[in-house]
């Protein structure tokens, strides 16, 4: 073999190499709704083992939080927690510290993994490492967001069985309508009945402990259900009626922000399709290029950053969606 035979099988392997990683990403990604299931249960039995080992952690994370609730790390915090409560973790025990520990094993190997298939070299690990942490984490992020989203609506559905029966109390009403709940909240209810009847518990904790469970689109009920179970009085069951109204509006932004994001995200696709493609087309015709970005580090660290870039906004689009209105 020549040497300008070598060195274009060099080029080859590695233009077959970028070809594979961002084939990778881009699967990962469209059928990650597909492997929710598969990954769930596989971050579920791992980071409830390595949750139970935080614990003490767990409670240093949760005092920061509740002592500084504007700040970057509670908001981080919030948002990890979410996942774990929309997964059905959260009630296994699994710990917000615990959780983050399982990724970072995960984002070690999949950073050694694209660490040799790069050959970048042990300099860079420690972004390749960082950016493969980012990665899983926001694609957990992505693979929960639609069940998220279903679990607003399970949330808003039982509140507005609720709401009619609350002049009998709120917990006569929750326990007159658990088993009509969605199977995804109701266990959070059952919770809810269980620590008062069976574990003490007054009917404020237990409220705040559910609605630390149902998250944000609870709240609203959970501080007037306190206020109206301290002030005893049935007549002020008005309070209640703007959260029906506004659970209706909320699907309807819900169904209006999913039509817009959807045509955005199909938008961005065409455009990231055809960019990949010329970026290929580049690589074959142009010797310079494909040199520069598939045997110089460099060159591999920009083609990295710039597969980061794109993932990033893919999760973006996907995720702003599903927050809470």
Not at 78 to 93: D, E, F, M, Y
Not at 132 to 146: F, H, I, K
Request: hydrophobic fraction near 50%; aromatic fraction near 16%.
């Amino acid at each position: 073999m020549t040497i300008d035979q070598a060195s274009v099988f060099e080029v080859s392997a590695d233009l077959i190499r970028l070809v594979g990683v961002s084939v990778m990403f881009f699967l990962i990604y469209f059928f990650s709704f597909h492997l929710q299931v598969y990954i769930a249960r596989f971050a579920k039995f791992f980071s409830e083992k390595i949750g139970v080992y935080s614990t003490s952690k767990e409670f240093v994370l949760q005092r920061y939080v509740y002592q500084h609730s504007d700040g970057l790390v509670a908001k981080f915090y919030t948002w990890v927690n979410q996942q774990l409560a929309a997964l059905g973790l959260k009630r296994l025990g699994v710990s917000v510290f615990g959780y983050l520990m399982f990724w970072a094993v995960v984002a070690f190997i999949a950073a050694t993994i694209l660490d040799v298939v790069t050959m970048m070299g042990v300099a860079f690990f420690p972004f390749i490492f960082l950016m493969s942490y980012v990665v899983v984490l926001v694609m957990t992020r992505v693979m929960v967001s639609e069940r998220m989203e279903k679990r607003e609506a399970d949330i808003m559905n039982a509140v507005d069985l609720i709401v009619p029966e609350v002049h009998n109390g709120v917990k006569n009403a929750i326990v007159t309508y658990k088993d009509n709940f969605a199977t995804s909240v109701r266990d959070d209810f059952q919770a809810f009945i269980t620590n008062i009847q069976d574990r003490g518990y007054s009917f404020n904790d237990a409220m705040y402990i559910l609605s630390d469970n149902l998250g944000l689109v609870f709240t609203d009920f959970a501080q007037k259900a306190i206020y109206f179970e301290a002030v005893g009085e049935r007549d002020m069951v008005e309070i209640f009626n703007d959260i029906t109204e506004t659970n209706r509006l909320r699907r309807q932004l819900r169904d209006e922000n999913n039509n817009a994001f959807s045509n955005l995200k199909a938008s961005f696709l065409v455009s990231a399709a055809m960019t990949f493609g010329y970026f290929i087309f580049l690589m074959i015709t142009d010797d310079f290029s494909r040199r520069f970005f598939l045997t110089q580090t460099a060159g591999k660290f920009l083609l990295l950053v710039m597969v980061g870039v794109v993932f990033a906004v893919l999760a973006y689009i996907t995720t702003i969606k599903s927050k809470t209105i």
